[in-house]
């Protein structure tokens, strides 16, 4: 089992939909990471959350600690927002900020 | 353009051969990790380095592979004698010193094909 796991692997929405990509980990964490992937293999981190809730425009992450669960939301969604969605966990075992992957969740959101 | 960036962004070799990569992070960033993104599977961890020291790495790392970051600023990561299970997106990612919860900024990666 792997220490980190999403679903769903792929989702494919309408325009407009409300979207929610889900995260669970197994390992005590200093950090949930929410980031974006777009074809040709870039990067960019979305949200850095420890507790809560997170909002920037549409995509809102919240974090529930005891349950060891994150979710990602993307409210009216728009086919720019396709792309792979990943969440990373940074293990407050050691403390140096390296992060353990989930498999990423392929999102398509079609006009 | 003040981003992490990596050169060569596209690679292709024989297999055998060697291959270098270079990774320059964000310039005040001492933190510096390298990843590898095999297809349709999220990104794991091989090694990371704090200003010139390689504190960590992932048992992924055999001995063909070595990193090193001589002066704390850019790094190199080198793959001998490259087999095709080493094709592979590598990333490099840069953060500020600090907590281990500092945001991660990633290059544009890497992309190893092993024929």
């Known amino acids: 089992k792997n220490e980190v796991e999403q679903s769903p692997q792929n989702l494919t929405a309408q325009e407009g939909e409300f979207i929610t990509i889900n995260c669970s980990y197994s390992?005590?964490?200093?950090?949930l990471h929410w980031l974006q992937q777009h074809p040709g293999g870039g990067i960019v981190s979305l949200f850095m959350?420890?507790?809560g809730k997170k909002k920037h425009g549409r995509l809102i992450a919240t974090i529930n600690i005891q349950e060891k669960h994150s979710s990602l939301h993307i409210t009216a969604s728009h086919p720019r927002d396709s792309a792979v969605y990943i969440c990373?966990?940074?293990?407050?075992?050691?403390?140096?900020?390296?992060?353990?992957f989930g498999q990423g969740t392929t999102l398509q959101v079609k006009p | 353009d003040t981003g992490v960036s990596q050169d060569p962004r596209h690679k292709i070799t024989k297999r055998g051969q060697n291959v270098t990569f270079r990774c320059d992070p964000i310039s005040e960033h001492n933190r510096l990790y390298w990843y590898r993104q095999t297809l349709g599977q999220g990104p794991e961890f091989l090694t990371y380095?704090?200003?010139?020291?390689?504190?960590?790495k992932s048992r992924l790392l055999s001995d063909r592979f070595s990193a090193e970051r001589p002066k704390g600023s850019f790094s190199t990561l080198e793959i001998q004698r490259t087999e095709q299970g080493d094709s592979a997106m590598y990333l490099c990612?840069?953060?500020?010193?600090?907590?281990?919860?500092?945001?991660?900024?990633f290059g544009p990666g890497t992309r190893l094909t092993v024929l």
């Open positions: 990612a840069s953060s500020r010193r600090g907590p281990s919860t500092d945001t991660q900024y």
């Open positions: 959350l420890s507790s």
């Open positions: 390992v005590g964490i200093s950090a």
């Open positions: 990373a966990a940074a293990s407050r075992a050691v403390n140096t900020g390296k992060l353990i």
């Open positions: 380095f704090q200003n010139e020291a390689q504190l960590e």
